[in-house]
């Protein structure tokens, strides 16, 4: 296990290394350059040239990717242009709301989309089919429905109708109440999307696995029912879920857009939306490199809790 730990730690060297590359050239395929594309019309002559020099791209290509890189060694991403702020501060404030509201989500539609989907394949495996049916095609409904179009209806629904939870306000994390009453909104958008997801692939997998000989073994011997899905067959199940599971985590801690656009949640989204309406290219392009490893991140923490639960499983 330790072998395997050190191989995919190690196999993160070279990944981090390529995508920071990545970011820094697909910034700079921006037709012009983006000192002019910042200013717009708004600036131009000597004020152009002292904005180009003020964001090093006076500097030769090749020492620009040495400047990056440095900066980054010592965790500098730079201030933002138009205001003068760090953009590490901006993304360390945005992350802990985005890291809340994706771990609270991703938990939420787990137990939800996994109880669901077990149901239906269980129900599917014992040739009662309309309660399979059913949820099959709510999940795949539920996944046609354009998550602004969800966000905007729960808004009307339950804010302006029935007043119940707040769309918009100031976020306070010294109330953990008012918290909590402040994402479940955007939160309920996200895990409606995430639960149709898991239920489906839980429903495919536990149905393989149900018709597997160690099943029909263990029923042979009498094991209750609830024992023999939950212990044997949601276990065996269990990588297709992981794998669904840690995609969607990594996608929910890269901020989802639009869902923090419409409630006005500060977080990693939000940031991004910010910094490419001021033409922030600092910002944009540090915020992008952070989605970046995040992701990262989680895959590389998805495969390491592979071998976790399959000893079987090589690097």
């Not at 990056?68 to 901006?90: A, E, I, K, N, P």
């Not at 929910?252 to 639009?258: F, P």
Request: some cysteine; aromatic content about 10%; proline content about 4%.
């Amino acid at each position: 296990m330790n072998a395997y730990l050190l191989k995919k730690v190690g196999q993160l060297i070279p990944t981090v290394f390529g995508v920071v590359t990545l970011v820094f050239i697909v910034i700079r395929l921006i037709p012009g350059d983006a000192a002019s594309v910042m200013a717009g019309d708004s600036l131009s002559g000597d004020a152009l040239l002292a904005l180009k020099e003020r964001m090093g791209l006076d500097l030769p290509i090749w020492e620009q990717y040495l400047q990056y890189l440095v900066h980054l060694l010592r965790f500098d991403l730079g201030t933002t242009l138009l205001t003068g702020q760090s953009v590490r501060q901006l993304i360390l404030e945005a992350l802990p709301i985005t890291f809340i509201m994706a771990l609270l989500t991703i938990l939420i539609a787990c137990v939800i989309g996994i109880t669901l989907g077990t149901l239906a394949a269980f129900t599917a495996h014992n040739g009662k089919r309309a309660i399979d049916r059913f949820l099959t095609w709510a999940s795949m409904l539920v996944d046609l429905m354009p998550s602004f179009w969800v966000a905007l209806l729960f808004m009307l629904l339950f804010t302006l109708a029935l007043g119940w939870l707040p769309a918009t306000g100031a976020i306070d994390f010294g109330d953990p109440a008012g918290l909590l009453k402040r994402i479940a909104l955007p939160m309920i958008v996200l895990c409606l999307g995430q639960i149709s997801t898991i239920l489906r692939i839980t429903r495919t997998s536990v149905l393989e696995v149900l018709n597997e000989d160690y099943i029909r073994t263990a029923r042979a011997f009498g094991t209750p029912q609830l024992l023999v899905i939950f212990r044997h067959a949601l276990k065996n199940a269990a990588m297709p879920i992981l794998t669904v599971t840690g995609l969607a985590f990594g996608t929910l801690m890269n901020g989802t857009v639009i869902t923090e656009f419409i409630f006005s949640i500060p977080g990693i989204g939000s940031l991004l939306i910010g910094g490419i309406k001021m033409r922030d290219y600092t910002l944009v392009q540090n915020v992008i490199l952070v989605y970046s490893l995040l992701f990262i991140l989680v895959n590389t923490v998805t495969d390491i809790l592979y071998r976790y639960m399959d000893p079987r499983v090589k690097f």
